[in-house]
């Protein structure tokens, strides 16, 4: 029983925002700026200003996070199975529908959404980062409160509650805080892939999965590696840019493939 708990929350470990659908609903809310913001939403755009595209793109978030949230929940209990399957399920509807908009964008919104879809710090402005930087302060503010929680729930649900641990107030702040703090990360700089799940395997590798050290260090060493991927974005095709979010996938991807050949012991390394 333990022995699946265990695998249950190995598992959960490659979990990463796009799989629950929370980076395509913030992709649908800022592409909906993007190219209806002349014109249905134009109420919106003249009354929020530069600031409609990052508030579009974290509710968007935001909203979908609630929305599975909802649905996983029964009597009680937060089923992270159904809160996957859910989001697999979202993030196809999101996408069918930022693909509706794509297609009713012209030229000029085009290449705005492909930048930005595809991620950039160039658009990171300071009144930006007021707007959303507080939401993530405080998600890393939370950090030291739940690693010890998160800690007991590796062994299993019933072993964390029989070690006082409140399981569905942690579930629900962990799941909340995380994918608010993801929405705000994504309202300023666009879509960018597999930091959120190389950091953390790279990090349990290295200094085992502790989450008191693990939360921390994952955020230290993932913000380090958007600079360098970032640096190497802006340097690679000067005096032009490339969207950080290619450089990051094609850094990111192999690695990932590496980790799952790793666990199902294909390879040794």
Same mark, same amino acid.
């Not at 990052?54 to 649905?71: D, E, K, M, W």
């Not at 260090?217 to 490339?242: C, N, Q, Y």
């Given at each position: 029983?333990?022995?699946?708990?265990?695998? &249950?929350?190995? %598992?959960?470990?490659?979990?990463?925002?796009?799989?629950?659908?929370?980076?395509?609903?913030?992709?649908?809310?800022?592409?909906?700026?993007?190219?209806?913001?002349?014109?249905?939403?134009? $109420?919106?755009?003249?009354?929020?200003?530069?600031?409609?595209?990052?508030?579009?793109? +974290?509710?968007?978030?935001?909203?979908?996070?609630?929305?599975?949230?909802?649905?996983?929940?029964?009597?009680?209990?937060?089923?992270?199975?159904?809160?996957?399957?859910?989001?697999?399920?979202?993030?196809? !509807?999101?996408?069918?529908? #930022?693909?509706?908009?794509? +297609?009713?964008?012209?030229?000029? *919104?085009?290449?705005?959404?492909? +930048?930005? *879809?595809?991620?950039?710090?160039?658009?990171?402005?300071?009144? &930006?980062?007021? #707007?959303?930087?507080?939401?993530?302060?405080?998600?890393?503010?939370?950090?030291?409160?739940?690693?010890?929680?998160?800690?007991?729930?590796?062994?299993?649900?019933?072993?964390?509650?029989?070690?006082?641990? $409140?399981?569905?107030?942690?579930?629900? #702040?962990?799941?909340?805080?995380?994918?608010?703090?993801?929405?705000?990360?994504?309202?300023?700089?666009?879509?960018?892939?597999?930091?959120?799940?190389?950091? $953390?395997? !790279?990090?349990?590798?290295?200094?085992?999965?502790?989450?008191?050290?693990?939360?921390? %260090?994952?955020?230290?060493?993932?913000?380090?590696?958007?600079?360098?991927?970032?640096?190497?974005?802006?340097?690679?095709? %000067?005096?032009?840019?490339? $969207?950080?979010?290619?450089?990051?996938?094609? %850094?990111?991807?192999?690695? +990932?493939?590496?980790?799952?050949?790793? &666990?199902?012991?294909?390879?040794?390394?």
């Amino acid at each position: 029983h333990d022995d699946r708990h265990r695998a &249950k929350a190995r %598992a959960g470990g490659d979990a990463d925002p796009g799989l629950i659908g929370v980076s395509a609903g913030s992709s649908l809310g800022a592409v909906a700026i993007i190219v209806l913001g002349t014109t249905w939403l134009a $109420p919106v755009t003249l009354a929020l200003g530069t600031l409609a595209l990052p508030l579009a793109a +974290f509710f968007g978030g935001l909203s979908v996070t609630l929305l599975l949230y909802a649905i996983a929940t029964r009597h009680g209990r937060t089923s992270v199975a159904t809160m996957l399957l859910a989001g697999l399920a979202i993030a196809a !509807l999101t996408m069918a529908l #930022t693909g509706i908009l794509i +297609f009713m964008a012209d030229d000029r *919104q085009l290449r705005d959404l492909t +930048f930005w *879809q595809l991620g950039s710090l160039a658009g990171a402005t300071w009144p &930006k980062i007021g #707007t959303v930087g507080p939401v993530i302060l405080l998600a890393l503010a939370t950090m030291p409160f739940l690693s010890r929680g998160l800690n007991a729930l590796a062994l299993g649900e019933a072993t964390a509650g029989h070690l006082g641990i $409140p399981v569905q107030r942690l579930k629900y #702040t962990a799941i909340v805080g995380v994918s608010a703090a993801v929405g705000a990360s994504v309202a300023v700089s666009g879509g960018i892939g597999f930091i959120g799940i190389v950091v $953390p395997h !790279l990090l349990r590798l290295a200094i085992g999965p502790d989450n008191r050290y693990l939360l921390p %260090a994952s955020a230290v060493l993932g913000a380090s590696l958007l600079l360098i991927a970032d640096a190497v974005a802006r340097t690679v095709v %000067a005096p032009a840019e490339l $969207p950080i979010g290619i450089v990051t996938a094609v %850094a990111g991807a192999p690695f +990932f493939l590496w980790i799952l050949l790793r &666990k199902r012991g294909i390879v040794d390394l």
